[in-house]
């Protein structure tokens, strides 16, 4: 069986959480830059995609606004400065200007309750929560790419097999034309052998044809129109076996897509207390001189204002926030639940597909080989019918493809508990630290 060389180059900007999780995916670690620009690698898929991807690039958006929100959230209560006119343009003794009143003053706000630091604190929370969300949707979007090139790279060891498989049909069938022109076979058996190389040789043009697709489908997913590489390069059979599940669910309940909300939870308690900073009254104080035209004179004019009542009017927005609180922790509680029920499915899907190919490696394929040399060597010395190697051919294919499958089934299911935990399932086996 051939494996694949996994090679690797930086990815600029790739958290290397992330870039060591994909990698570990098809399993080797970080080693020689790409040489050959034809093939594309996992790293490369995934560093493009999170390059391109207009889903990541709206966060950048999203950042850029709550710059906006903080310096607002940061500003001082604003100064006025007002000027009014009193008893003028009216009737009898106000009939003129001569007993008007004029006032120039400034007024602003005093605020109370630490209002300033509470809009601040609300600002950095909805940053921690846009951060979370930025990192979920990286590690989706990693997943999404990963199972598409698990997938890629299994039609592409299923088109190598076909075309071995091709190979081994034209050999059939010079040994039965040789055999026939001797009379130690019949003629039928040229016309089967034949039949079944031209069979063959169809079902290696679909695969071909499934692999173009797929690797056009791999193109769209970076966002190009058309690809740039006619292969993947990876190791279709890197799978590892996982720790057993109650550790795989505790990594998965600090993943990406769980602190989200976390994150959400420390963007509600500092709304919560920002709201909860609006029971206490500013203070609205005003100052300024006033000037009495008919008398000439002027005067200091001073005031303040205090709301009455505003804790009381209050409640029904803290009792909003308090419930949009509380609710965070019982999403949080339904994801987990899910979450467990998706992780559990995955790690015996992956158990059993790791088992699978492991037997099919290690026992079920070289019996088959060995199956199929043995057959035709008895078919050349006419002691098995062309029916038993052909059997034996079909067997062997068959294991093969099974062996791709199951490989592919463990890959797929290692890429998902790796997507759901956040964390790579090499590095944890192993101890090491992300």
Same mark, same amino acid.
């Given at each position: 069986?051939?494996?694949?060389?996994?090679?690797?180059?930086?990815?600029?900007?790739?958290?290397?959480?992330?870039?060591?999780?994909?990698?570990?995916?098809?399993? *080797?670690?970080?080693?020689?830059?790409?040489?050959?620009?034809?093939?594309?690698?996992?790293?490369?898929?995934?560093?493009?995609?999170?390059?391109?991807?207009?889903?990541?690039?709206?966060?950048?958006?999203?950042?850029?606004?709550?710059?906006?929100?903080?310096?607002?959230?940061?500003?001082?209560?604003?100064?006025?400065?007002?000027?009014?006119?009193?008893?003028?343009?009216?009737?009898?003794?106000?009939?003129?200007?001569?007993?008007?009143?004029?006032?120039?003053?400034?007024?602003?706000?005093?605020?109370?309750?630490?209002?300033?630091?509470?809009?601040?604190?609300?600002?950095?929370?909805?940053?921690?929560?846009?951060?979370?969300?930025?990192?979920?949707?990286?590690?989706?979007?990693?997943?999404?790419?990963?199972?598409?090139?698990?997938?890629?790279?299994?039609?592409?060891?299923?088109?190598?097999?076909?075309?071995?498989?091709?190979?081994?049909?034209?050999?059939?069938?010079? !040994?039965?034309?040789?055999?026939?022109?001797?009379?130690?076979?019949?003629?039928?058996?040229?016309?089967?052998?034949?039949?079944?190389?031209?069979?063959?040789?169809?079902?290696?043009?679909? =695969?071909?044809?499934?692999?173009?697709?797929?690797?056009?489908?791999?193109?769209?997913?970076?966002?190009?129109?058309?690809?740039?590489?006619?292969?993947?390069?990876?190791?279709?059979?890197?799978?590892?076996?996982?720790?057993?599940?109650?550790?795989?669910?505790?990594?998965?309940?600090?993943?990406?897509?769980?602190?989200?909300?976390?994150?959400?939870?420390?963007?509600?308690?500092?709304?919560?207390?920002?709201?909860?900073?609006?029971?206490?009254?500013?203070?609205?104080?005003? !100052?300024?001189?006033?000037?009495?035209?008919?008398?000439?004179?002027?005067?200091?004019?001073?005031?303040?204002?205090?709301?009455?009542?505003?804790?009381?009017?209050?409640?029904?927005?803290?009792?909003?926030?308090?419930?949009?609180?509380?609710?965070?922790?019982?999403?949080?509680?339904?994801?987990? =639940?899910?979450?467990?029920?998706?992780?559990?499915?995955?790690?015996?899907?992956?158990?059993?597909?790791?088992?699978?190919?492991?037997?099919?490696?290690?026992?079920?394929?070289?019996?088959?080989?060995?199956?199929?040399?043995?057959?035709?060597?008895?078919?050349?010395?006419?002691?098995?019918?062309?029916?038993?190697?052909?059997?034996?051919?079909?067997?062997?294919?068959?294991?093969?493809?099974?062996?791709?499958?199951?490989?592919?089934?463990?890959?797929?299911?290692?890429?998902?508990?790796?997507? *759901?935990?956040?964390?790579?399932?090499?590095?944890?086996?192993?101890?090491?630290?992300?």
């Amino acid at each position: 069986m051939r494996y694949y060389k996994f090679l690797w180059r930086p990815c600029r900007g790739l958290p290397a959480k992330l870039l060591v999780l994909c990698l570990s995916v098809l399993g *080797l670690p970080p080693g020689t830059a790409q040489a050959d620009m034809s093939t594309l690698t996992l790293v490369d898929a995934v560093a493009r995609s999170l390059k391109q991807n207009p889903s990541l690039e709206v966060f950048s958006m999203r950042l850029q606004g709550l710059d906006g929100q903080r310096l607002a959230a940061d500003q001082n209560p604003a100064l006025e400065l007002g000027f009014e006119a009193e008893n003028v343009l009216g009737s009898g003794n106000y009939r003129n200007l001569d007993g008007a009143e004029y006032t120039l003053s400034l007024s602003s706000v005093i605020e109370l309750g630490d209002k300033r630091t509470a809009r601040n604190q609300a600002v950095s929370g909805r940053y921690g929560l846009v951060d979370a969300e930025r990192r979920a949707e990286a590690l989706s979007l990693i997943g999404d790419i990963t199972r598409t090139f698990i997938s890629t790279l299994a039609l592409q060891e299923k088109q190598r097999l076909a075309k071995e498989a091709v190979n081994l049909a034209k050999d059939t069938l010079d !040994i039965v034309t040789q055999r026939a022109e001797r009379g130690a076979t019949p003629q039928a058996e040229v016309l089967r052998a034949r039949a079944q190389m031209k069979e063959i040789s169809l079902d290696q043009e679909r =695969l071909q044809a499934a692999l173009d697709s797929s690797l056009m489908a791999m193109a769209a997913l970076l966002g190009m129109e058309s690809t740039d590489f006619n292969r993947l390069s990876g190791d279709l059979f890197a799978f590892t076996a996982p720790a057993n599940f109650s550790a795989l669910f505790e990594r998965a309940s600090n993943s990406p897509d769980i602190q989200v909300f976390a994150s959400e939870q420390r963007m509600r308690d500092a709304e919560l207390a920002l709201v909860r900073s609006q029971s206490r009254s500013d203070l609205r104080w005003q !100052i300024g001189a006033r000037y009495f035209e008919e008398s000439g004179d002027s005067a200091l004019v001073a005031g303040v204002s205090v709301p009455l009542f505003s804790d009381s009017r209050n409640q029904g927005r803290i009792q909003a926030a308090q419930a949009a609180r509380e609710a965070v922790s019982l999403r949080r509680d339904g994801a987990l =639940l899910k979450l467990r029920a998706r992780l559990y499915e995955a790690y015996q899907l992956h158990v059993q597909a790791v088992d699978a190919a492991t037997t099919m490696q290690s026992e079920v394929i070289p019996d088959l080989e060995r199956a199929l040399g043995l057959t035709r060597d008895a078919y050349e010395q006419g002691r098995y019918s062309y029916i038993e190697w052909q059997s034996a051919q079909r067997d062997l294919l068959t294991g093969q493809r099974n062996l791709v499958d199951a490989a592919t089934r463990a890959l797929l299911n290692q890429a998902l508990i790796e997507q *759901l935990t956040g964390e790579s399932l090499v590095s944890s086996a192993t101890g090491s630290s992300l």
